[in-house]
């Protein structure tokens, strides 16, 4: 007979965020202005504020000048000043070299040929072995943690709009919630312990305490929400007070979880034999549809029931709207006709809620005429034959259903090749090594599905979750074209960004000297490691050079959310 | 751009521009003058035209068009440089010594070109078929665990039936094809033929074998066919790699023979 094997039930708070929380640290958190004012008796009996306090935060100490996060970089936690003060650099904001950023350098003619020439001996060769930061910063180790920090405070403060939080104050909170880029630069003006808050806590506590989750939406109200509806095409025709007026009764939602790559990585083992993955309803078909959704942020996956499944139709992303069809008609026609398809979160998704009779006060009856032909057009096809003949495009249910399923609807320029048309001649490789002198930053292998393969080659995600917890801001987002980067000086070889990264689409490499020796750390004699990966030919002329060096059309970098792009392209033959 | 419409696009003006050229070489001779300069510059230019791709595709990183449109330029341009040839010997054959080995090399260039766009079409499409892709430079580490997994399977049936039928038969006649690629041209001509032999000649020993042994038949069948996969993914990748080695040598040796021939003409008037 088989031995059992039994193991312990993991469970949310297995692993604290901080270790070092005890009893008497929360006890001295609740006495803290924010967390005094909450009604510890609206939290459920199973989750106690003073445990989402223990599990969920942790408190760091930062001296005098420390970088405590980034304008650009991306987070999942907020922080509150338990004691000291921080500054946030308004913009313009600090260099983006005192940042740890890379400065664009556009590469000349003469430059790309000559790399076509100079070949290093050794892979991975480095003018600099340790990391070293620009004039202004410097950094230093802190137990487990590296700090960059800014050595003249006072001149920083004198010559850059810094606005100072004290005590209570708190900082971040929307960028972690919102999942969207930090909108500043915040540093530590004297020595300051902070109380760092991960998502959780800060979603557990905005559900259960009014208070709280009032103070949140209303700075999310105030900050961001006009300003992405504004950018709303359908919503484009409304004046300031109409916008805010929808404002007002917009509701937020969040589904799944911010940690969805995490939970992909747990389960990649598993991908392969297409188990089922964390997929959370947002709306089901048949539903009365109460409201239109408008993605903040995150993946949604359209689908329309097929038997005893459900067949993916579309993703939607950023920006995308839900539901329109189903409203214009029920208006249009005095209908009831409920939702004609289902929306799922795909990993995590960030909604806003408009109210139905929002939309039918505000936005239809003041729509132009094209609009409404259009819409009309849609929602009768929608409605009454099937929400398939409208998102259709061409491109093959089970290569949606496989792009949709590795989560590959991340990716803005994901790397696909079609095996059809490869020949193998690795010109691709060639051109990424000349454009890298000498090392390629890419594999062309990967997942494939009937011709079409997805090299691992860094796709340039919509939520870049490698871009989280990088201690130098080494990795970051490009100004111009949104790609991801990591600029060489200022990475210290930590492997986070490798770790977080779903596809496994970093590499960490060990570095040489023009001779070829591994440069060693000279504190443990353990060789100094780099992240690397594709940079989208950051600098190049002309873009990527793996897609210009196919020579037989077989290489693409797309964005896969861009349906009629990935119908096009797949449909050439 | 749907690659039919690019054919049919391309096809078009690779018409337009022969008639033009026939036409143009036609008045020429009309004019008593001889279109054997005319034709021969004008493939000089083109031979000049066509190596260039090479050297493009190496300064790749050089925003210059992509490496599509510059092979799409190579494969027409090849195209109207084979009507300039044919038109060059006036449609007879070459005389004299330089001229034949020139005109020998131009054929082999030619033909491994038109041959390479074919093995470039249709052996990707094979290769695409495959359940998996494999890396032609990773093809020999594979190959060398099967052979172990081969033999260890086979060891494994002798020490476990203590008979010797498939270690004899291993020894006999499937330890050459394990032991290096096997096969190349019935892959590159799609025959089955060399893999089904294997199969049932090992299904033929089952006759010989007890109950035990016959339970590893199944797996050795599956070795041989993982191998058999093997061997069609490295014929087809190394004839996709080998064929520029005949076209672009043969392609420098023409390029050396053009300026002889040049001088010869220029010295002697052999037209």
């Known amino acids: 007979m088989k031995k059992r094997t039994t193991s312990h039930h993991p469970k949310r708070w297995d692993t604290p965020f901080g270790p070092d929380m005890s009893e008497k640290e929360v006890a001295r958190v609740l006495t803290t202005k924010l967390f005094g004012g909450l009604d510890t008796d609206s939290f459920p009996q199973n989750l106690p504020l003073e445990k989402i306090i223990l599990n969920d935060t942790r408190l760091i100490k930062y001296q005098k000048g420390d970088i405590i996060v980034r304008v650009g970089d991306y987070g999942s936690s907020a922080f509150l000043v338990v004691s000291g003060e921080v500054g946030v650099v308004l913009p313009p904001g600090l260099h983006r070299k005192m940042l740890g950023h890379s400065e664009p350098k556009k590469r000349s003619i003469f430059s790309c040929l000559a790399s076509c020439f100079k070949r290093t001996r050794f892979p991975e060769v480095r003018k600099h072995g340790k990391p070293y930061f620009e004039t202004g910063t410097g950094s230093r180790v802190d137990g487990e943690a590296t700090r960059v920090y800014i050595q003249d405070v006072e001149s920083v403060v004198s010559k850059y709009t810094v606005v100072k939080l004290s005590d209570g104050k708190m900082f971040g909170e929307i960028a972690a919630l919102a999942r969207t880029p930090r909108t500043a630069t915040v540093f530590a003006t004297q020595d300051v312990e902070l109380l760092e808050i991960r998502w959780q806590a800060l979603r557990d506590i905005r559900r259960y305490d009014e208070k709280f989750r009032n103070y949140v939406d209303t700075l999310y109200r105030k900050r961001n929400l006009i300003t992405h509806l504004k950018n709303i095409s359908l919503f484009a025709h409304l004046d300031d007070a109409d916008l805010e007026q929808m404002a007002k009764h917009t509701l937020f939602e969040s589904y799944g979880s911010f940690d969805w790559a995490a939970a992909y990585n747990r389960q990649k083992a598993k991908l392969d034999k297409y188990a089922s993955i964390e997929e959370i309803v947002i709306v089901s078909q048949g539903d009365y549809m109460d ?62 809620r408009v109210p139905t009779f929002i939309i039918e006060e505000l936005v239809l009856p003041k729509l132009p005429e094209e609009f409404i032909s259009q819409i009309e057009r849609k929602a009768n096809s929608w409605v009454k034959e099937s929400p398939a003949v409208i998102v259709d495009t061409d491109v093959d249910a089970g290569l949606m259903e496989f792009l949709v399923y590795h989560r590959y609807i991340n990716g803005t320029q994901t790397m696909m090749i079609d095996l059809d048309r490869c020949t193998h001649c690795d010109e691709c490789v060639h051109a990424c090594a000349n454009g890298h002198n000498g090392n390629p930053r890419f594999i062309r292998h990967g997942r494939k599905y009937n011709n079409k393969l997805v090299a691992n080659a860094c796709m340039h995600c919509v939520d870049p979750v490698c871009l989280i917890n990088c201690p130098t801001g080494a990795i970051h987002r490009t100004e111009k074209g949104g790609a991801i980067v990591i600029n060489d000086n200022t990475c210290i070889g930590c492997q986070t960004c490798a770790g977080s990264c779903p596809y496994d689409n970093i590499r960490m490499v060990e570095i040489r000297t023009d001779n070829g020796t591994v440069v060693l750390d000279e504190s443990n004699n353990k060789p ?28 693409i970098r797309i964005e896969i959310n861009n349906q009629s792009a990935l119908s096009e392209w797949i449909n050439r033959s | 751009m749907k690659f039919k419409t690019r054919r049919i696009r391309n096809l078009v003006i690779l018409l337009f521009v022969i008639v033009v050229m026939w036409w143009v070489i036609r008045i020429y001779s009309g004019a008593l003058k001889s279109p054997h300069y005319l034709t021969g510059w004008l493939l000089v230019a083109l031979f000049l035209f066509l190596t260039f791709y090479n050297i493009k595709k190496k300064l790749s990183v ?127 001509i799609r025959s089955n033929r060399p893999l089904f032999k294997l199969l049932n000649d090992l299904s033929a020993q089952n006759r010989y074998m007890n109950k035990a042994e016959r339970k590893y038949t199944g797996r050795l069948e599956q070795l041989i066919r993982q191998k058999d996969m093997l061997d069609q993914q490295n014929a087809l990748q190394k004839t996709l790699k080998g064929w520029l080695f005949i076209h672009v040598p043969l392609t420098y040796s023409t390029a050396i023979l053009i300026p002889v021939h040049i001088v010869l003409v220029y010295a002697f008037g052999a037209v």
């Open chain 1, 291 to 352: 409201g239109l959704l408008l993605f903040s942020s995150g993946f949604g996956k359209v689908a329309i029931q097929t038997n005893h499944g459900y067949k993916s139709l579309s993703t939607l992303g950023h920006k995308d709207i839900f539901g329109l069809e189903e409203i214009f008609y029920n208006w249009k026609y005095g209908e009831t006709v409920s939702c004609q398809a289902g929306l799922w979160a795909l990993g995590y998704a960030d909604i806003l």
């Open chain 1, 528 to 555: 100094i490691l780099k992240a690397t990966k594709c940079n989208l030919c950051f600098g190049l002329p002309g873009g990527p050079a793996c897609q210009r060096a196919c020579p037989h059309d077989a290489l």
């Open chain 2, 62 to 188: 050089i925003p210059a068009g992509t490496n599509t449109s510059w092979l799409q330029l190579h494969l027409y341009a090849g195209l109207i440089m084979i009507f300039l040839f044919v038109e060059h010997l006036q449609w007879g054959l070459p005389r004299g010594g330089v001229e034949c080995i020139l005109a020998v090399q131009f054929v082999l260039v030619a033909g491994s070109g038109i041959a390479g766009i074919y093995f470039s079409r249709d052996f990707s499409r094979r290769l695409a078929e495959q359940d998996e892709q494999i890396i032609l430079e990773r093809i020999p580490q594979f190959m060398a665990k099967l052979r172990l997994d081969a033999e260890d399977l086979v060891l494994e049936a002798t020490e476990s039936t203590d008979s010797s039928t498939l270690a004899d038969y291993y020894v006999a006649c499937l330890a050459r094809f394990f032991s290096r690629p096997q096969n190349r041209y019935a892959h590159l």
